[in-house]
């Protein structure tokens, strides 16, 4: 707000939405502007602790993928696959090639899921200034039933892997409870054909989108694998130099609690704040995705890596056509295991997994009994290791954008948290925004 | 009636669709699902679900139903007195706003039928039974109030569909019509 009288006056001024729309659960933005100094920025989460890092100690290690499945029905795949790679990496359980496959193909589907709802029903309003989804299929209905589509053919694709397509009830240390025929997976061909395209021709739609100019310096970091664009395994890499086994994550990223957020917040130790999710993923594996995927990031108007946090929504696109032309691959290939889950022999230890959920690493580490009893248990979600960089491209964007009114001023913030498609579940619940100016005018 | 009721099944089974809404484990939100188990516990085969994902699965459920006829249960906070009953004819207008607005989902039952409406896939028929939550507390029971209200509206449901049995049965008259106006004459709306 630029000075208009030359007395010195000092004015508060209040921004409040009670419920942030289009973010997955309940949190808040706290900002204090003073002097046309943003000093102080919280992202804040208030869903009461959930304890279910405590819920699990004394549950069998047969539990984990049921009860940690339910922290999110966003990305319940994510929590199922962290936990049973994690208990299988505790007890030394060799996999199936072929189950290793139907669980790419299973995450393949939450991905189709999670990225379709959030392009289309979320964050797309944001660039074309609609409040909601509903405005937007007013005017762009062809483009969101494309995107309810294809939504619904990662739902399907979830029922049939999962049993059903929220908090999926077929996954189990070793394997599944049963793998599917040739001809149930045969069944999705065609669908997941049309699938390809449209979010071929997604990448091409959100590629003409306007995009804030903004390219900063993140510390990405994600899962890489030298073969495949890493989903369940491989090593934690950063933009940075970082190259660590997923065993060594804690050595490296440590969390802290502050006041004002029930979720811990995660950083690099050493260093700071670390970006996970579709960026992070993209731009550290460029070179694993298919041909097709690449060439929908160039019709998208991307390069092989993405800095701007605006272009999560390109990079998400991109990434569903990455996963519905897997999901071919995989099918195409497919045999069915001999067995569908490996045999499982217990024993005492730590084992740690860490999977791409849809929004980025999730970390979960466990230590058992020999009765395969879980002792304790620690989860790390990517909502809660991308709070602090929300929180320093909230404070970039109120810096950048101090001069705008109030209300504009909250819809930028708003789209900024949005560009990370918080899980807030998995951390929170109801966000609402406020924003308080002290401004000495006149100065 | 039981009589026509039973003959017009395979019909009422392929264009009637029945969906309560809720979190069992969240006391009065599980007012949807309690309707719908109701129904089921009558033993028909009145093709009814329970539903706890988000709005775009909701619409995903008429539309791949063909249903001629949808109702939809869920718990609403409205400031009414709690167990009060409402009844919204959706394909008419739209919902009040507060119905989902307090879901922590990105969809509630209000967005998922305006979308529904924007696109053109809103089933002929869409009638909304609203039950006043009084509490939402974890891991809690209905409240006495609802608790009567899940069995008056399973009650009301179960002759509609009676009723649209009958007019089923009338060839000669669309029964999607018979039963609007069944309902536009016969004084059957319990939102007073």
Partial sequence: MEPKTATKRTRTRTLKVDVLARVEGEGALYARIKDRDVTDVQFRIFEPPRMFEALLRGRAYSEAPDITARICGICPVAYQMSAVHAIENAFGVEIDPAVRSLRRLLYCAEWIESHALHIYMLHAPDFLGYPDAIELARDNPDAVKRGLRLKKVGNDLMRLLGGREIHPINVRVGGFYRAPTKSELAAMVDSLKWARDAAVETARWVGGLPFPAAAYDYEFVALHHPDEYALNEGRIVSSRGLNIAIEEYEDHFAEEHLAHSNALHSYHKGRDAYSVGPLARYSLNYEQLTPLAKEAARSGGIDSTCNNPFQSIVVRAVETVYACDHALQIIEAYEPPAQPAAVVRTRSGTGCGCTEAPRGILYHRYRLDEAGTILDAKLVPPTAQNQKVIEGDLRRCLETNLDLPDEQLTMQCEQVIRNYDPCISCATHFLTLHIERDERRGL | ?192
């Avoid at chain 2, 309707?35 to 909701?58: C, M, Q, Y």
């Avoid at chain 2, 119905?99 to 922590?104: I, K, Q, T, V």
């Avoid at chain 2, 809103?122 to 608790?147: H, N, R, T």
């Fill in chain 2, 1 to 192: 009636m039981v009589e026509d009721f039973a003959k017009a099944e395979p019909v009422l089974s392929k264009t009637v669709l029945i969906i309560g809404i809720g979190n069992e484990y969240r006391g009065d939100d599980a007012a949807g699902i309690r309707v719908v188990r109701l129904i089921r516990a009558r033993a028909l085969p009145l093709p009814v679900v329970e539903l706890s994902d988000e709005g775009t699965a909701l619409m995903d459920l008429w539309r791949c139903s063909n249903a001629q006829v949808v109702f939809v249960i869920d718990a609403m906070l409205s400031g009414a007195a709690p167990g009060c009953v409402r009844r919204f004819e959706a394909h008419a207008k739209p919902l009040p706003t507060h119905f989902g607005a307090n879901s922590s989902h990105l969809f509630g039952v209000a967005s998922a039928v305006e979308m529904a409406r924007v696109l053109g896939c809103l089933p002929p028929q869409m009638i909304v039974y609203g039950i006043e939550a009084k509490s939402f507390d974890y891991a809690a029971d209905l409240s006495p109030e609802v608790e009567a209200a899940t069995r008056m509206v399973a009650e009301r449901i179960y002759m509609e569909c009676q009723m649209f049995a009958e007019a089923a049965d009338q060839s000669a008259v669309p029964a999607v019509t018979v039963l609007r106006s069944l309902f536009l004459n016969g004084g059957q709306e319990p939102d007073a």
